[in-house]
Nanobody, 127 residues
Framework: QVQLVESGGGLVQSGGSLRLSCLASARPFTTYTMAWFRQAPGKEREFVAAISGSGSITYYADSVKERFTISRDNAKNTVYLQMNSLKPEDTAVYYC????????????????????WGQGTQVTVSS
């Protein structure tokens, strides 16, 4: 069983930045694709970004391209989400997730492909 623990959420003003972290118990970590999803109040959980096990492949939702950056430190079993130029519409609970291996660009965005979820961390962007 893989455990994912997020940290780094909080309250930030519009235009500000936050960095989320997710510590994974997965071994070997390099074989696990990692992703971030988010869920705003009253909305479905949606894909944000994903990164392959080696870090050579990254993929983003159109809504966060050019503003968010996903990265990983395999030596620390940690994946990060750097969020810049935050907007009020980015307010949501952010979940770390893993579908296991790389499932392809289409499937990596799908909730049903996720095998492991973190507990979520709240990000609130004030206007």
């Amino acid at each position: 069983q893989v455990q994912l623990v997020e940290s780094g959420g909080g309250l930030v003003q519009s235009g500000g930045s936050l960095r989320l972290s997710c510590l994974a118990s997965a071994r070997p970590f390099t074989t696990y694709t990692m992703a971030w999803f988010r869920q705003a109040p009253g909305k479905e959980r949606e894909f944000v970004a994903a990164i392959s096990g080696s870090g050579s492949i990254t993929y983003y939702a159109d809504s966060v391209k050019e503003r968010f950056t996903i990265s990983r430190d395999n030596a620390k079993n940690t994946v990060y989400l750097q969020m810049n130029s935050l907007k009020p519409e980015d307010t949501a609970v952010y979940y770390c997730a893993s579908p296991g291996g790389w499932p392809g660009f289409a499937r990596v965005t799908m909730r049903r492909e996720v095998d492991y979820w973190g507990q979520g961390t709240q990000v609130t962007v004030s206007s």
